[in-house]
């Protein structure tokens, strides 16, 4: 059996490190990460930032909006969908790319969309009010 890559191994850890209660996230990653200091400092630092972010953050909204949503093939509905599910490859290519996705948008939040205020007003005909803010 190989070992998965550096990166796929700190996202496991990390998802299995945020589904446990903040108090048992120590223990869990002494025995996931099995020494290796720079893999649990890398999922740490992830669970920092994550617990220390804007909750504007598009990512966390598109993913708890869209979960559900994203899968734009019938076997990522549900199991049994199709005849060759046991040895497709689509639905991990298609589920990376959903998470590679939702992982773009982690980066940005609402006020980055808006941010260039006064092209988007100009762009789209809207004038700022009395105190100068744009609707």
Known sequence: MS??????????????????????????????????QSIRAEVESLIRAREDRDPAFLGDSAHKLMEETLDIVGCLEREGY????????????????????????????LEDLVRPRRALARLLEIAPNSAGAYR
């Open 3 to 36: 070992t998965p890559e550096p990166s796929q191994r700190i996202k496991v850890l990390l998802s299995a490190a945020l589904e446990r209660p903040a108090n048992e996230r120590s223990a869990f990653l002494n025995q996931a990460c099995g020494g290796d």
């Open 82 to 109: 199709c005849c060759i599910e046991t040895c497709c490859v689509l639905k991990s290519a298609l589920r990376d790319a959903t998470n590679a996705f939702l992982a773009t948008l982690d980066h940005y939040t």
